[in-house]
């Protein structure tokens, strides 16, 4: 009879389990409505509905990557049970992985209960329930940095391939992360400038990077214009960089005149309106497309090329109007977000879930200010010392840094896209949300093992 070695280690990897399959459970008990649909879902549905011949016929606004998991789920007509429990499973999945990535880099198992519970909050696993892009970017984005980590550390093709493929279908799956690929691959290749033991291994992870980036969303691309004379994944850039220059509309030269007077009166409707708590941030997506629309039968790629120039010309105009956006953007990024799914209208429930999240938000910018100073640190040290800091480290530590510096890269470039572009909504930072937890347990971690002076050389 096969007997374990050792079955106590066994023990937490059971708990982990059962944990799991008990929240899988429970959160189909709880939400006996989800999946439920959201303001984006329907254009989403219409990429379904085209996608069941497998063939991208119409050009459309968004990306094609959830809608081809509408269509394989069966929810081309409307959101489906299946989808739900695939969504569930694709949340809870991704935090698996991430408690066992946690554990090979040598974190405790009361740091990976700890992240386990937060990660379990309704309010964390929420986006599940709806039939939106966040659950599916989440678990492209964890597992693809996740297997990238792998690669850096150990190795193996395969994990290079998968973290390649995952992060490249991320970027047709929320267009906010189209070039994260290559700007991560940019980020190994310097790396390898500096660190000559991992080089070869920093530059065949750029290569794969670039690779699946160009064969899968520079593909999109490339049939987008040769089918509809639009290079890009979606064309809603010009018209999200809107949201930046409402202030200063006034400020449009008269060639831009009919379009002035539109997007003015629709602001300044909007600042009126209750609905929309008196501001403007959202006020061009209540334009009719017809006043919308510059001239007569513009496309969709053309209308975003003539807002691009617009908006860049005003912020050009006015740039300190621009910085004040980026910074209302950037705070308002950080605010909660519950609403009823994981609240059910209970006062109680939301400010337990909004202390919850402030306290994930101040052990996370208390690690930012740990990471960044001992980032300072490193910097300040010859290269001699580096490399002998890196040949020190052993496995564990290797990957317990590789998932500290790509998860942080993954967090401000989407930070940095969001405030930059867009009016910086809460739920733009649902995608890294779990990085974001995995983020607190590492930097905890590391100024425990700081304050015990461990694994760190003199």
């Known amino acids: 009879m096969l007997r374990l070695k050792n079955p106590q280690a066994l023990r ?29 879902t329907n254009p989403y549905l219409d990429i379904a509905r085209d996608l069941r011949d497998f063939r991208l016929d119409e050009f459309h606004v968004r990306a094609p990557g959830y809608p081809w998991l509408l269509m394989l789920s069966g ?21 698996g ?23 379990l909050l309704p309010y964390n696993v929420m986006p599940a329930a709806k039939a939106l892009t966040e659950t599916q970017a989440q678990f492209l984005l964890a597992f693809g940095l996740g297997l990238l980590s792998l690669w850096l550390c150990r190795g193996g093709w395969l994990r290079l391939l998968l973290a390649a493929f ?42 794969g990077l670039t690779l699946l980036a160009v064969l899968i969303i520079g593909g999109l691309a490339w049939h987008n214009y040769r089918s509809h004379g639009f290079f890009g994944t979606t064309p809603l850039f010009g018209l999200n960089l809107t949201q930046k220059t409402a202030r200063v509309l006034e400020l449009l030269p008269d060639e831009y ?19 929309d708590a008196h501001q403007f941030y959202n006020y061009v997506w209540e334009i009719p497309m017809d006043e919308l629309r510059p001239q007569p039968g513009m496309s969709y790629a053309q209308i975003s090329s003539y807002y691009t120039r617009l908006n860049l010309l005003l912020i050009a105009e006015a740039p300190l109007s621009y910085i004040q956006e980026v910074g209302y953007s950037l705070a308002n990024t950080f605010l909660p977000v519950t609403n009823a799914l994981s609240h059910f209208q209970s006062a109680v429930l939301q400010f337990t879930w909004t202390a919850a ?64 572009v867009e009016m910086g909504e809460p739920r733009s930072r649902l995608s890294v949300e779990p990085l974001i937890l995995t ?20």
């Open 97 to 119: 992985f991430l408690g066992w990535l946690l554990r090979r880099a040598g974190l405790g198992w009361a740091l990976i209960g700890v992240f386990t519970g937060f990660a």
């Open 439 to 458: 983020l607190c347990v590492l930097g905890v971690d590391t100024w425990l093992r700081l304050r015990k002076k461990q694994n760190l050389p003199g």
């Open 357 to 420: 999240h402030y306290l994930t938000m101040l052990v996370f910018f208390l690690a930012l200010l740990l990471l960044g100073g001992l980032g300072l640190i490193w910097l300040g040290l010859t290269r001699e010392r580096r490399r002998g800091l890196i040949a020190w480290l052993d496995p564990p530590a290797r990957l317990r840094w590789c998932l500290l510096t790509l998860a942080l890269a993954a967090f401000a470039y989407n930070t940095a896209v969001t405030v930059l």
């Open 166 to 207: 995952f992060l490249a279908v991320l970027g047709i799956t929320r267009p906010t992360f189209q070039i994260f690929p290559l700007a991560l691959a940019f980020l190994l290749a310097l790396a390898a400038v500096f660190i000559n033991k991992w080089r070869g291994r920093l530059l065949w992870g750029a290569a």
């Open 257 to 275: 005149a009919r379009t002035r007077e539109v997007l003015m009166r629709y602001r300044d409707k909007s600042l009126l309106s209750f609905e």
């Open 12 to 40: 937490p990897w059971l708990a982990l389990a059962a944990v799991l399959l008990l929240a899988f459970l429970f959160y189909l008990w709880l939400w006996p409505q989800a999946p439920v649909a959201g303001n984006d």
């Open 75 to 95: 929810s081309a007509e409307k959101p489906t049970r299946l989808l739900f429990i695939i969504q569930l499973g694709m949340y809870l999945g991704l935090v």
